[in-house]
């Protein structure tokens, strides 16, 4: 079943604010001087990451 054009632009949003949550946490590891910060700050990012690949399959899916 095809995305509605709603669904693809509440998909897109979400994409925009997992890139931005990326490199905030991204960001942060760089700053972060405790190492159980800096480990959490990229778990978080790489969680992101996933997150951010799976809602691409989505826009990926739409489109063909």
Do not use: F, R, W
Request: hydrophobic residues 35%; glycine residues 4%; proline residues 2%.
């Amino acid at each position: 079943m095809p995305l509605t054009s709603k669904e693809l632009m509440l998909i897109q949003d979400n994409i925009s604010m997992c890139e931005s949550n990326i490199k905030y946490l991204q960001g942060c590891a760089q700053l972060a001087t405790d190492s159980q910060v800096k480990s959490l700050c990229n778990q978080l990012a790489s969680e992101e990451k996933n997150d951010l690949q799976i809602l691409m399959k989505h826009i990926n899916t739409a489109g063909q």
